[in-house]
T-cell receptor, first 112, second 114 residues
Framework: NAGVTQTPKFRILKIGQSMTLQCTQD?????MYWYRQDPGMGLKLIYY???????DKGEVPNGYNVSRSTTEDFPLRLELAAPSQTSVYFC???????????FGEGSRLTVL | QKEVEQNSGPLSVPEGAIASLNCTYS??????FFWYRQYSGKSPELIMS????GDKEDGRFTAQLNKASQYVSLLIRDSQPSDSATYLC??????????????FGQGTILTVHP
């Protein structure tokens, strides 16, 4: 099993551009999450999903959107990129709503 | 606002010693607690979860929870250089409506020197 796969691993955006971070898991997990991690900081929850077709905002959702059309995929959309969105983004999944998460390798985004 | 606080360190211990990592949390509704290990440039990896007051041991790792004091700790016995990483403490509410959402501390950097 590949686990949780994120693409791209690195990306540089110009201010105002848009892009989608892809996340796919092959473990048939219902729960999926997007977190961002700024240097020297813990992770902040952006959006989460409890199953296909169901998403909700986390702690820092502004400037982002998500969709969950299948169990496997949970893409994160950045609209009108801003320097404040420079961060490392982690997608995670879980088979239960317990907080025991499996993380992808991360996507490092720089907005210039 | 839920908060999870950790001493950012760095914490430096000699090889073979016990490393003690501490975490406090502000929200009394928090019921589930986790320790994730994150190597530099890598993603977090779950190493311990604890849900009840007391100690939980797994190999060289022991997690301790004191809900009355709102305090969680992780002890690493016989520390090895390979344990050098950032350790993230996280908390979640119990039950269905928590949806497994975690509040993370900022992490403690641990360095184990030979």
């Amino acid at each position: 099993n590949a686990g949780v796969t994120q693409t791209p691993k690195f990306r540089i955006l110009k201010i105002g551009q848009s892009m989608t971070l892809q996340c796919t898991q092959d473990m048939n997990h219902n729960y999926m999450y997007w977190y961002r991690q700024d240097p020297g900081m813990g992770l902040k929850l952006i959006y989460y999903s409890v199953g296909a077709g169901i998403t909700d905002k986390g702690e820092v959702p502004n400037g982002y959107n998500v969709s969950r059309s299948t169990t496997e995929d949970f893409p994160l959309r950045l609209e009108l990129a801003a320097p404040s969105q420079t961060s490392v983004y982690f997608c995670a999944s879980s088979p239960k709503n317990t907080g025991e998460l499996f993380f992808g390798e991360g996507s490092r985004l720089t907005v210039l | 606002q839920k908060e999870v606080e950790q001493n950012s360190g760095p914490l430096s211990v000699p090889e073979g010693a016990i490393a003690s990592l501490n975490c406090t949390y502000s929200d009394r509704v928090s019921q589930s607690f986790f320790w994730y290990r994150q190597y530099s440039g890598k993603s977090p990896e779950l190493i311990m979860s604890i849900y009840s007051n007391g100690d939980k041991e797994d190999g060289r790792f022991t997690a301790q929870l004191n809900k009355a004091s709102q305090y969680v700790s992780l002890l690493i016995r016989d520390s090895q250089p390979s344990d050098s990483a950032t350790y993230l403490c996280a908390a979640a509410n119990a039950g269905g409506t928590s949806y497994g959402k975690l509040t993370f501390g900022q992490g403690t950097i641990l360095t184990v020197h030979p």
